[in-house]
């Protein structure tokens, strides 16, 4: 596939999880309008647990109400899968997309989203895999990188989360995704040294361009943001989400 398609990047840094939401309806809006190319956002979230929309409040396995004394946020989202832990450490992507300029399968989407992941964890040595029956990527037998997507009209958001120099220890609080019978791993843990975010970003976004075909357009967020509000001149956005 050629690289013909424009894709913007914008590394977001860190930010609240329900701030990034918030910013990813923005864009879907606009991208499902033609107002905007496909966007793929980069970011680190504050910790966070989060229930896709077919999770199972049993998996978590900490008391809501000692969530907070931790400094954990929990949201329910409409995105697909279980539970599963965001934080400092994790690069988070979030690819708004609109599949009729690429192809109509939601399958074949999140087997694309994989191979990104694959692609990305080669040149540190790392054969990622998929594994049979689950949605993800798999290091050694332990999940590196959980997705969870939400398509409406062939426009997607939401995404994955790769575990870099993730805490892992987050991850004791909750059932991850539901699976009982696997562990959870980084980059980190797998090479035995801490990595450096920009550089396992940039991966991610050479992965994009060779498994879709897009050229990667790099914004700064103030950029962006300029941009994507030139986009809702005509209609501004209210969106709020239940948070506990």
Same mark, same amino acid.
């Given at each position: 596939?050629?690289?013909?398609?424009?894709?913007?990047?914008?590394?977001?840094?860190?930010?609240?999880?329900?701030?990034?939401?918030?910013?990813?309806?923005?864009?879907?809006?606009?991208?499902?309008?033609?107002?905007?190319?496909?966007?793929?956002?980069?970011?680190?979230?504050?910790?966070?647990?989060?229930?896709?929309?077919?999770?199972?409040?049993?998996?978590?396995?900490?008391?809501?109400?000692?969530?907070?004394?931790?400094?954990?946020?929990?949201?329910?989202?409409?995105?697909?899968?279980?539970?599963?832990?965001?934080?400092?450490?994790?690069?988070? #992507?979030?690819?708004?997309?609109?599949?009729?300029?690429?192809?109509?399968? @939601?399958? !074949?989407? /999140?087997?694309? &989203? *994989?191979?990104?992941?694959?692609?990305?964890?080669?040149?540190?040595?790392?054969?990622?895999?998929?594994?049979?029956?689950?949605?993800?990527?798999?290091?050694?037998?332990?999940?590196?990188?959980?997705?969870?997507?939400?398509?409406?009209?062939?426009?997607?958001?939401?995404?994955?989360?790769?575990?870099?120099?993730?805490?892992?220890?987050?991850?004791?609080?909750?059932?991850?995704? #539901?699976?009982?019978?696997?562990?959870?791993?980084?980059?980190?843990?797998? @090479?035995? !040294?801490? /990595?450096?975010? &920009? *550089?396992?970003?940039?991966?991610?976004?050479?992965?994009?361009?060779?498994?879709?075909?897009?050229?990667?357009?790099?914004?700064?967020?103030?950029?962006?943001?300029?941009?994507?509000?030139?986009?809702?001149?005509?209609?501004?956005?209210?969106?709020?989400?239940?948070?506990?």
């Amino acid at each position: 596939m050629g690289s013909s398609k424009t894709m913007y990047v914008v590394n977001l840094g860190h930010t609240d999880y329900k701030e990034c939401w918030d910013l990813q309806c923005r864009v879907f809006k606009a991208r499902s309008t033609g107002a905007m190319v496909d966007t793929l956002l980069l970011t680190e979230h504050n910790h966070t647990y989060t229930i896709g929309r077919t999770g199972d409040t049993n998996h978590l396995l900490e008391r809501e109400e000692d969530l907070g004394a931790r400094g954990i946020r929990l949201y329910f989202n409409d995105r697909g899968g279980g539970i599963t832990y965001h934080g400092p450490g994790q690069c988070v #992507g979030y690819p708004i997309f609109d599949l009729r300029g690429h192809y109509f399968d @939601l399958h !074949r989407y /999140l087997r694309d &989203l *994989e191979e990104v992941i694959i692609r990305t964890l080669c040149p540190f040595g790392l054969a990622g895999r998929r594994m049979e029956g689950y949605t993800g990527v798999w290091v050694g037998g332990e999940k590196i990188c959980a997705i969870g997507i939400k398509s409406s009209r062939w426009v997607t958001m939401h995404g994955f989360a790769l575990n870099v120099n993730t805490d892992l220890s987050f991850f004791d609080g909750i059932i991850p995704c #539901g699976i009982f019978e696997r562990g959870v791993t980084s980059l980190q843990k797998c @090479l035995g !040294r801490t /990595l450096d975010m &920009l *550089e396992t970003a940039r991966g991610i976004v050479a992965g994009f361009e060779s498994v879709f075909g897009v050229r990667a357009h790099e914004l700064v967020p103030g950029q962006f943001f300029e941009l994507l509000e030139d986009c809702e001149k005509e209609e501004g956005v209210q969106i709020t989400h239940e948070v506990v």
